[in-house]
């Protein structure tokens, strides 16, 4: 292969690429219509942001549907990284909503006692 039949394909990969990505960031948004909802819901029922117990379970639920070829742990970390933009997204939601400064999502007062 020549290097201009290589940057050709490199091209049609680039272009393959940033449409991938802009269906990833139309999900994100889709997810993050969810979480505002839920964010809702909790303010509503006086429920905490954070719950261990559902985000292991969206952890082994994302780690059952890796197919690969990305690793179970490379699909973990990016998942505890949307989840806690999510978080942070419903505790600023929640605490605007309600007119108090955001709290850290750790569970902590803005303080940072718990």
């Given at each position: ?7 050709l394909k ?6 393959q ?8 960031v139309?999900?994100l ?5 969810v979480?505002?909802?839920i964010?809702?819901v909790?303010r509503?029922?006086?429920l ?8 292991d379970?969206v ?6 549907s890796n197919r690969?070829?990305?690793?179970p742990?490379?699909v973990?970390?990016i998942?505890?990284?949307i989840?806690?933009?999510m978080?942070?997204?419903?505790r600023v ?6 007119g108090?400064p ?7 007062s803005?303080?940072g006692?718990?």
């Amino acid at each position: 292969m020549t290097q201009d039949d290589a940057r050709l394909k490199l091209e049609e990969f680039r272009v393959q690429i940033d449409e991938v990505d802009r269906r990833i960031v139309a999900l994100l948004n889709e997810r993050t219509s969810v979480v505002e909802d839920i964010g809702r819901v909790k303010r509503e029922a006086h429920l905490p942001i954070y719950e261990p117990k559902r985000e292991d379970q969206v952890f082994a639920n994302i780690t059952e549907s890796n197919r690969g070829p990305m690793s179970p742990e490379a699909v973990r970390r990016i998942f505890e990284r949307i989840i806690d933009e999510m978080r942070t997204i419903q505790r600023v939601r929640m605490m605007s909503a309600a007119g108090t400064p955001p709290a850290p999502s750790d569970g902590r007062s803005p303080d940072g006692e718990k």
